[in-house]
């Protein structure tokens, strides 16, 4: 081959792994920053054995017509969820409709060329959703939505608005110096990306290993942007992860006795990076690995993939 040949290819490697790299937390965040399936098939889960992982993932199937008609004979809306399978705020959707049993499709959209959301003619980003018809962007708008329509008025309690500020201005931005923190840690979650996402075999092993290379090095600056201390990344999580443990107090859950908005949108957010290094770090150095477990069990996660 010649180099002029070479130089397109390597400008579209180097290209695909920036994108991909960025994909969990840089295409996925809300344009105004305030926001940086399902059954249970429809997750990927990932479970530690030593550092290394072994990513389980089962491809929804749409729901079945006899589902879909109980959702609608129940007042649940139709929902298609356009998505990236380890997008935090993603993942925050996926867990608030499965909690509250609204069946709903996923389109899994390819970070490069984005060709599943090529019929939305500015929003670019995910998640977005398609809500009996109607478009629908980023994460607390769709959840916000969805609950207007089954009646669910917690959107509009103090106590759920100000933990959701926090879990998108606060607990988010200390996830991306942290999974991109070593070299083994980005490797660690580009590879989870890779394998989980909707991605041809060539953006499979670009993401995976330039990806990884990318966004150790553009972590640090995300580190610097957020004013997390060289060093102190753990600590700021586990800072973080406190607020919330310190809120809970005694409850089982911020919500009482059941889960509310903000236990599913905070669970919700960890969920994505379940099995990565940084989360179990997390549950093993701060006090968070009772509520964590219980969310696990109300959520229905516990019980693995379908």
């Given at each position: 081959?010649?180099?002029?040949?070479?130089?397109?290819?390597?400008?579209?490697?180097?290209?695909?792994?920036?994108?991909?790299?960025?994909?969990?937390?840089?295409?996925?965040?809300?344009?105004?920053?305030?926001?940086?399936?399902?059954?249970?098939?429809?997750?990927?889960?990932?479970?530690?054995?030593?550092?290394?992982?072994?990513?389980?993932?089962?491809?929804?199937?749409?729901?079945?017509?006899?589902?879909?008609?109980?959702?609608?004979?129940?007042?649940?809306?139709?929902?298609?969820?356009?998505?990236?399978?380890?997008?935090?705020?993603?993942?925050?959707?996926?867990?608030?409709?499965?909690?509250?049993?609204?069946?709903?499709?996923?389109?899994?959209?390819?970070?490069?060329?984005?060709?599943?959301?090529?019929?939305?003619?500015?929003?670019?980003?995910?998640?977005?959703?398609?809500?009996?018809?109607?478009?629908?962007?980023?994460?607390?708008?769709?959840?916000?939505?969805?609950?207007?329509?089954?009646?669910?008025?917690?959107?509009?309690?103090?106590?759920?608005?100000?933990?959701?500020?926090?879990?998108?201005?606060?607990?988010?931005?200390?996830?991306?110096?942290?999974?991109?923190?070593?070299?083994?840690?980005?490797?660690?979650?580009?590879?989870?990306?890779?394998?989980?996402?909707?991605?041809?075999?060539?953006?499979?092993?670009?993401?995976?290993?330039?990806?990884?290379?990318?966004?150790?090095?553009?972590?640090?600056?995300?580190?610097?942007?957020?004013?997390?201390?060289?060093?102190?990344?753990?600590?700021?999580?586990?800072?973080?992860?406190?607020?919330?443990?310190?809120?809970?107090?005694?409850?089982?859950?911020?919500?009482?006795?059941?889960?509310?908005?903000?236990?599913?949108?905070?669970?919700?957010?960890?969920?994505?990076v379940a099995g990565?290094?940084?989360?179990?770090?997390?549950?093993?150095?701060?006090?968070?690995?009772?509520w964590y477990n219980?969310?696990?069990?109300?959520?229905g996660r516990a019980?693995?993939?379908?």
């Amino acid at each position: 081959p010649t180099a002029s040949s070479i130089r397109p290819a390597l400008a579209a490697a180097c290209s695909a792994a920036l994108l991909l790299g960025f994909a969990l937390f840089l295409s996925q965040s809300q344009p105004s920053d305030t926001s940086l399936t399902s059954s249970l098939s429809g997750r990927a889960n990932f479970r530690a054995r030593g550092t290394s992982l072994r990513p389980i993932l089962a491809k929804r199937s749409p729901p079945s017509a006899a589902a879909a008609a109980a959702g609608a004979a129940a007042g649940a809306p139709s929902v298609t969820l356009y998505q990236f399978q380890t997008c935090p705020f993603c993942s925050k959707v996926r867990t608030y409709l499965d909690y509250k049993k609204i069946p709903f499709e996923v389109v899994e959209v390819n970070p490069v060329t984005k060709s599943e959301i090529k019929w939305s003619d500015t929003y670019k980003k995910v998640p977005i959703a398609k809500i009996n018809g109607e478009q629908i962007n980023e994460s607390a708008n769709i959840i916000r939505h969805v609950a207007d329509i089954i009646g669910d008025g917690q959107a509009k309690d103090n106590s759920v608005k100000e933990w959701s500020e926090w879990l998108d201005m606060k607990l988010v931005k200390t996830l991306p110096p942290n999974i991109y923190r070593t070299p083994g840690e980005a490797l660690e979650a580009t590879g989870v990306i890779a394998k989980t996402g909707n991605y041809d075999l060539f953006q499979k092993i670009t993401s995976e290993y330039l990806g990884a290379a990318a966004m150790f090095f553009i972590s640090k600056k995300m580190r610097d942007k957020y004013g997390i201390t060289e060093g102190q990344e753990r600590e700021a999580l586990y800072a973080e992860v406190g607020k919330w443990v310190d809120g809970l107090g005694d409850k089982q859950f911020m919500g009482g006795n059941q889960p509310n908005m903000a236990d599913l949108e905070v669970f919700g957010v960890l969920e994505s990076v379940a099995g990565m290094s940084t989360s179990n770090d997390m549950l093993q150095n701060t006090k968070i690995s009772s509520w964590y477990n219980r969310m696990r069990e109300a959520t229905g996660r516990a019980a693995g993939p379908a």
